[in-house]
Structures are given as structure tokens and as C-alpha cells.
């Protein structure tokens, strides 16, 4: 049995779980428990409490990037960095910024939690690659942008405040998890573009089904044409099961719920998903 629950959500399912902009999941495969991602930091570990999960159980945490609502809770969950490991693509600790209009906003990891970090080099590994973080459990490390489309139309991410070093997001990663039936991807914010990541995957698991592609595909400011492109190719790919949130957007999940119908679901805190795999355990002794 595979079991994410979603801990930190845009939205949530029931009224005592709070809410924030963010992502945070908690998976649970073949007896091996692992955080991807940590929300902005409000809703983490009072969800987590909520829901009956235990952060201290987690035997890694890894993160899709450094934004700072996917990594302002890791302070919350990282309280054994002796013994948890930490994955995330080298980028993610860089200061980054949203540049718009002649406002400023830093959307880096927030500087306690790069202190944090910093403290504890020694727990930390870096992706770049792809990489098994568990058995079964992966990580993309850097997703090809071949379809430059997806990720053309460009967002007002700067790696300087004053706008003039153009931010591509190097970190974004997905998590996929590999069963005998097909692959599982977990999304932060797709960066890279949902399809580039469900590509990159595809050449990795030699083009497995896909039992489901769950999490935040930032589709919130794309174009009409964008956004039918999207939903086009990730029609052609067959998903069995496609759930957006957090940064996806509205118009986004009203064409993916219109697209998929009862494949589809949203996310948010406390939507719990569970994939039965007897063979999951297969590469565990
Ligand atoms: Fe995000
Ligand atoms: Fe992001």
C-alpha cells in the first residue's frame, strides 16, 4: 500500500486544518515513511498533529525547490538532521525574487531555514541526478526542458532585486515513486513545466504508466493556449488519476476536472490518496 497525504494545502477538506499557500506531503510506501515538501510553515506541524501523522518518523525529507512555500516549514519537520537526510537540488538555496509591477517580494527559502541548513551540511544531499531516496521513492534532481513552450512564457522570477538576473527555477524536481503498476508522480510547483517532468520520467522509467500525477502544476497565470497545450499532452500520456492544487490555478483545475472527469480530483490538506501495490515491497528484502 501507497498512502500520500496531503499535510499543507491552498485549500483543505476539513475546517480544523489550516490552510496556506503551499505544499507539503507525506508519503507512506512499503513500510518507509518520507516528507516531500514543508509548506510555508502555518500549517505543517499543527496539520500534521491533526492528521495523525509524526514528522519525527520521517526517514528523509526532500524538497521540490526553494520557495519559500515549500520549504518555510522545515524547521518544523527537520529536527533530527543527524539522522534524516535532506534532499534538494543545489539551487534551492539561492535568493530568489519575485519582481512585478515595481514590487519586490523575496520568495527564497527563508533565511532561518537556509541557516538551519547551512548548520547542518552534513545531512544534506543534493540532486542533481536522479535519484532513489527510498526504495521505490525517487527524485527527478534537474527536469530537461524540452518543451520550451512550457516554460517560455516567463514569470517574474529573478534571482537579484532589481530584476535583472532571470530565475529558471534550475532546482525544480518531482518525486515519482515506481510500483509494478505504473509510477506515481508527486509535483511541487512543476517548474519545468508538468509535461517536461512527466517526459523526463518517462525516459526514466522507460515510459511506465502513469497510475497518477498529484500536486501544484503553477498553471495559475498561463495563457488559454497554454493551458489547452497542457492539458492536451497530459491527455495523450494516459494519466489513471490527475490531482492539481496548490499553485495550479482555477481556470487550470476546471479544464483538467472538465478533461479527466472522474480521473480527476483535487488536492488539499488533509485529501489522503491510496494506491494498493502488493509487489511494492518487491525490492525490499
Ligand atoms: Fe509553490
Ligand atoms: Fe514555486
Redesign the pocket.
Known amino acids: 500500500m501507497i498512502r500520500l497525504t496531503i499535510i499543507a494545502d491552498n485549500t483543505s477538506r476539513r475546517p480544523s486544518l489550516r490552510t496556506e499557500?503551499?505544499?507539503a506531503c507525506w508519503i507512506e510506501a512499503g513500510g518507509h515513511k518520507v516528507l516531500f515538501d514543508t509548506g510555508a510553515g502555518q500549517a505543517l506541524r499543527a496539520n500534521a498533529t491533526a492528521l495523525g501523522v509524526r514528522l519525527e518518523e520521517a526517514e528523509v525529507i526532500m524538497l521540490s525547490h526553494g520557495?519559500y512555500?515549500?520549504t518555510g516549514g522545515l524547521a518544523e519537520a527537520w529536527t533530527t538532521p543527524d539522522k534524516t537526510p535532506l534532499y534538494l537540488h543545489a539551487g534551492a538555496l539561492a535568493a530568489r525574487y519575485r519582481v512585478s509591477g515595481g514590487t519586490v517580494k523575496e520568495i527564497s527559502m527563508p533565511r532561518p531555514v537556509r541557516e538551519l541548513v547551512a548548520q547542518h551540511m552534513g545531512g544534506v544531499r543534493f540532486t542533481n541526478q536522479p535519484t532513489e531516496i527510498a526504495p521505490g521513492v525517487w527524485l527527478t534532481g534537474f527536469v530537461p526542458r524540452h518543451h520550451h513552450e512550457e516554460v517560455a512564457e516567463s514569470e517574474p522570477f529573478f534571482l537579484d532585486p532589481s530584476g535583472q538576473q532571470p530565475d529558471h527555477l534550475v532546482d525544480d524536481q518531482a518525486s515519482y515513486l515506481v510500483t509494478d503498476n505504473g509510477v506515481i508522480v508527486l509535483l511541487?510547483?512543476a517548474h519545468a513545466g508538468v509535461i517536461n517532468t512527466l517526459d523526463y520520467i518517462g525516459t526514466l522509467t522507460g515510459n511506465a504508466p502513469l497510475r497518477a500525477v498529484i500536486g501544484?502544476m503553477?498553471l495559475h497565470a498561463a495563457s488559454p493556449a497554454k493551458l489547452a497545450w497542457t492539458v492536451a499532452r497530459l491527455q495523450e500520456r494516459k494519466p489513471a488519476l490527475v490531482a492539481a492544487g496548490?499553485?495550479t490555478g482555477q481556470p487550470a483545475m476546471d479544464a483538467l476536472a472538465a478533461a479527466f472527469g472522474n480521473r480527476y480530483r483535487s488536492t488539499g490538506a488533509g485529501v489522503v490518496f491510496e494506491f494498493a501495490d502488493e509487489n511494492q515491497n518487491q525490492k525490499e528484502k
Do not use: E
Open positions: 499557500h503551499g505544499f520557495h512555500d515549500h511541487g510547483c501544484g503553477h496548490h499553485c
